[in-house]
């Protein structure tokens, strides 16, 4: 379980920070980062926040509710960033979750004196300083947060898009590459917010 261990070693204000939508075929990905003020967080956050991945969906939806509701009380800060399929095909996956990650951070309402990153890859041009967490989401409340953050954040976004693009399961699917997903590919094509950049998407530009 996650605790504030590395946050409390740095003994400055520490936002965690992590991404969600690497390896799907379309749409953004995005970032969220959490700066935890108080720690006096409602007793779901304490026992509940976890690894994205390994948290069902409505339990995902329950844990980000409770982050807004303590945003609301002051207890925490939540920043999302996002780069688009676009940026994404123009400057490659890394440099769009870096660019991401940094939003992330300037959209804090307080800016950290320092931020612990899920993953061994450091960003450059970081608007503060920063270390790399490997499994930070399993082991910083606050990278967990953030993990949550981004993760439902960029759900909703999906089932957004699937109302613009409906034959793609983007509401299911997140845009990875499902079968209906690929079916929907295979009957009605490309869409604006399919990374071009990837294989697979190349694959049936190719065939189109």
């Known amino acids: ?82 780069a688009s399929a676009e940026e994404i095909d123009r400057c490659n996956i890394l440099q769009a979750t870096f660019a991401a990650m940094k939003r992330a951070v300037e959209a804090l309402a307080v800016k950290p004196d320092f931020a612990i990153i899920d993953g061994n890859q450091t960003p450059k041009d970081f608007p503060c300083r920063t270390r790399t967490v490997v499994k930070g989401d399993a082991r910083c409340m606050s990278i967990a947060a953030a993990s949550i953050a981004a993760k439902v954040y960029r759900d909703r976004l999906m089932r957004e898009m699937a109302r613009k693009y409906p034959h793609y399961a983007f509401e299911k699917n997140a845009g990875y590459g499902t079968k209906a997903h690929i079916d929907g590919l295979k009957q009605y094509g490309v869409t604006p917010e399919h990374r071009k950049s990837y294989r697979p998407i190349q694959e049936f530009l190719r065939s189109a």
């Open 1 to 82: 379980m996650p605790d504030f261990e590395i946050e409390d070693s740095l003994k400055c204000s520490v936002a965690g920070v992590d991404e969600a939508g690497r390896g799907p075929w379309a749409g953004p990905v995005v970032a969220g980062a959490v700066l935890i003020r108080d720690r006096n967080l409602c007793e779901e956050l304490l026992k509940g926040l976890d690894d994205s991945k390994k948290i069902s969906a409505k339990k995902r939806e329950m844990l980000y509710e409770k982050l807004r509701e303590e945003e609301q009380k002051g207890k925490l800060f939540i920043g999302i960033g996002k």
